[in-house]
């Protein structure tokens, strides 16, 4: 059986704490789990050791130096937690770290991509957030927001709903 690539782009939010969630139950669908991770998750959120043992390859955290690998063509993308600014700047083509650079790339060959956001309704209720989806999804990238994804909850109240982060909702619209 061919391995299935899967990247798995984490941005700084809450759920970061809890990636390791997705790498297991992505791992126990038969993906090989690459992580690539902003600035923001990498300051406030993840263990890189940790994720390195959990899924047998290097974090990575920006541009491919000499004589590092380069990662595997993948076969799908998972943005997730997925931040109000990722979101933002990708949809507007601003490529100003390595992973919205990636996302750029990745989203012009094709790939299939989704998305999970993370955000309260105070951003959610920014015009500019649903123009940001909308050309998302008019580029054939999948952005779990609203029903049947993610549902924004009040500010300050996002540790509230760590547990119930769909993972394995963005893990099936790629499947």
Known sequence: MTERVLYLMICGAGPADHIDVAITQAQDRGWSVYCVATPAAVEHFLDLDKLEHLTGHPVRTGYQRQGQPALPKPD??????????????????????????????????GVPIAVLPFVNTALAANLVLHRSIDALRASEVTVLFGDGGFQPHPPRHGGRVMADYPWHVVLDSVD
């Open 76 to 109: 799908a993308v998972i943005v997730a937690p997925a931040t109000y600014n990722t979101i933002n700047k990708w949809a507007a083509g601003i490529a100003d770290t390595y992973v919205l650079t990636q996302l750029a790339e990745l989203t012009g060959l």
